[in-house]
């Protein structure tokens, strides 16, 4: 797992490589940005939103949760220009789901314009779940996820993808590896990591069952 050192406190937590380091906010000027300001504010909608490398397994994920639930009518609404990266899940009367472009080695221009500048200024926002490959760990692309939403004070949780990839022996290290890191270098981040497959549907049930919670959906009788 390539986890820098991180300075302590809030503010700048990671150091990154200048390609892969969020950008300054010159591009705050950028339609991408004007466009997010521009989209429904949702206010009275309780927001969860999933942020994650491309390839992490995200929209796999999506389908798998949703998939749980067939009753729920799950209404996908995409918005035009460049926020049409994302999507919103409305799903039934209870919550809605906003699927964020898959950031990486090439994106991280986009990820500012429009994940960091949705995220700051949603306040409907009950938690951002990041999520991380559990074969490759935290990669470094991941810390621009993790610095945002550090500095921002949201309150996100780490999912591990692809857990039926590894051998028990490698995940069990993941995990551990992982956990550490949260608990010594992030602040924000929920210490409970939910470790999933979309293929197998392990860890999928209790991912759910953690959404309903959150959103205040969970049903107890
Ligand atoms: P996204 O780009 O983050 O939306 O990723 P996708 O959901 O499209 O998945 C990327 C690749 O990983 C696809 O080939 C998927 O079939 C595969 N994948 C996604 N989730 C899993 C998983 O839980 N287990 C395995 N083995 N492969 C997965």
Same mark, same amino acid.
């Given at each position: 797992?390539?986890?820098?050192?991180?300075?302590?406190?809030?503010?700048?937590?990671?150091?990154?490589?200048?390609?892969?380091?969020?950008?300054?906010?010159?591009?705050?000027?950028? $339609?991408?940005?004007?466009?997010?300001?521009?989209?429904?504010?949702?206010?009275?909608?309780?927001?969860?939103?999933?942020?994650?490398?491309?390839?992490?397994?995200?929209?796999? =994920?999506?389908?798998?949760?949703?998939? =749980?639930?067939?009753?729920?009518?799950?209404?996908?609404?995409?918005?035009?220009? $460049?926020?049409?990266?994302?999507?919103?899940?409305? *799903?039934?009367?209870?919550?809605?789901?906003? @699927?964020?472009?898959?950031?990486?080695?090439?994106?991280?221009?986009?990820?500012?314009?429009?994940?960091?500048?949705? =995220?700051?200024?949603?306040?409907?926002?009950?938690?951002?779940?990041?999520?991380?490959?559990? *074969?490759?760990?935290?990669?470094?692309?991941?810390?621009?996820?993790?610095?945002?939403?550090?500095?921002?004070?949201?309150?996100?949780?780490?999912?591990?993808?692809?857990? @039926?990839?590894?051998?028990?022996? $490698?995940?069990?290290?993941? *995990?551990?590896?992982?956990?550490?890191?949260?608990?010594?270098?992030?602040?924000?981040?929920?210490?409970?990591? #939910?470790?999933?497959?979309?293929?197998?549907?392990?860890?999928? $049930?209790?991912?759910?069952? #953690?959404?309903?919670?959150?959103?205040?959906?969970?049903?107890?009788?």
């Amino acid at each position: 797992m390539a986890a820098p050192r991180l300075r302590p406190g809030m503010g700048r937590l990671i150091e990154m490589p200048a390609a892969l380091g969020r950008l300054s906010r010159a591009y705050s000027k950028s $339609h991408a940005f004007r466009e997010v300001l521009q989209l429904p504010k949702m206010e009275l909608t309780k927001l969860v939103c999933f942020i994650g490398r491309s390839n992490v397994g995200k929209s796999s =994920l999506i389908k798998a949760l949703f998939s =749980l639930a067939p009753e729920v009518e799950v209404r996908v609404s995409k918005t035009p220009g $460049h926020t049409k990266k994302m999507n919103f899940f409305k *799903v039934g009367k209870y919550f809605t789901l906003v @699927d964020m472009p898959g950031y990486g080695y090439r994106a991280p221009e986009d990820f500012v314009d429009m994940v960091e500048t949705y =995220l700051k200024e949603r306040k409907n926002l009950l938690r951002t779940f990041l999520l991380v490959d559990s *074969v490759a760990g935290i990669q470094k692309a991941d810390n621009i996820a993790i610095e945002m939403c550090e500095e921002f004070a949201l309150p996100y949780v780490m999912v591990l993808t692809k857990i @039926d990839k590894s051998s028990t022996g $490698h995940l069990l290290k993941q *995990v551990l590896e992982i956990q550490k890191f949260v608990a010594t270098k992030t602040q924000g981040c929920f210490p409970q990591l #939910f470790p999933v497959s979309a293929v197998t549907y392990s860890g999928i $049930h209790l991912l759910r069952c #953690f959404i309903a919670t959150i959103t205040g959906n969970l049903k107890t009788n």
